[in-house]
């Protein structure tokens, strides 16, 4: 399965910041030492046209060339540097490569992304850009140019923060359908209605999430027919989560990704995964519910090749 990472790119911050960069690192040094689950591929930046299939021309370029305002860099949460516009050019580049492998191979991952909080004209949650927006819009464009057919999306987004910035971009476009399942008294405090939401109580554990899912998961089968799939793929609903405030156990986590690409792969879907928010107290623990989570993954594309062949 091919993964695309953009680790590379650091951000400055502070010394107590919480964003925890350094999961992404150890992610890929961890199949980078165990290989044969991950093909994995340093990704390339997003071009300025790109990002302007979601973002605002003016929002590009603050972002590009360090004008965002005092203001704009305390909703993002990090401090402008020319490595955080790299590292953000990157992580949309890496979502971008993985939906085209995902339509051409199955399932492909981005070994960070899911930054969902980004609006078309600002940056919010440690988010700048949408990565899936920019990709979803892209793939869609390519498709049209070359099968002269539209081109379905579903953003399946189990991240613990609801997908504001990412409903809001699509509030109007039918052809892509939204869906976040969350917690309701989480951050974003004004959330954006998505095609469907689903809001969990604050201490949801495994039972009540994988029954809200298993309903959730019926509904967009009846609501969509979809020809491409994003998974926001978050830690954060793991109970070892500082910011999280559910409660799953990583068995549980595991079930649920389990029950999402299972059901993509039944339908024969190709899904593009990101990994999102994780914010473990331990976060060694974070980072082994996302290995869980790829390695899943990469058995799901293992299972489709088999299908195929």
Known sequence: MLAFHSDAHSLLLPPGHPFPQSKYRRLREHFEAAPGHLRMQAARPATDGEL???????Y??????????????REIGFPWSESMAARSLHSVGASIE???????????????????????DRGSGYCVFNDVAVAARLMQA??????????????????????????????DDDSVFTFSMHGAKNFPFRKEPSDLDVELPDGCGDGQYLAALDDALAQVW???????????????????????????TTEGMLARDRRVLGDLRARRLPVALSMAGGYGRDLATTVAVQINTLTEAARSWALMKECSA
Not at 60 to 73: E, K, Y
Not at 99 to 120: D, P, S, W
């Open 60 to 73: 590009v370029d603050a972002v590009l060339h360090g004008t965002l305002s005092a203001a704009a860099q």
């Open 142 to 171: 390519e498709w049209h140019r070359s099968h002269r057919q539209s081109l379905r999306v579903l953003v399946i987004d189990l991240d613990v923060h609801q997908g504001n910035g990412t409903a809001a971009i699509f509030k």
């Open 98 to 120: 993985a939906a085209r492998a995902a339509l051409a191979e199955g399932v492909a991952v981005n070994m960070a992304g899911g930054t969902h909080h980004a609006y078309a």
């Open 222 to 248: 009846q609501a969509t027919n979809p020809g491409l799939v994003f998974y926001l793929a978050g830690a954060d609903p793991h109970e070892g989560d500082r910011l999280g405030r559910l409660k799953l």
């Open 52 to 58: 302007a299939l979601a973002h605002t021309p003016n």
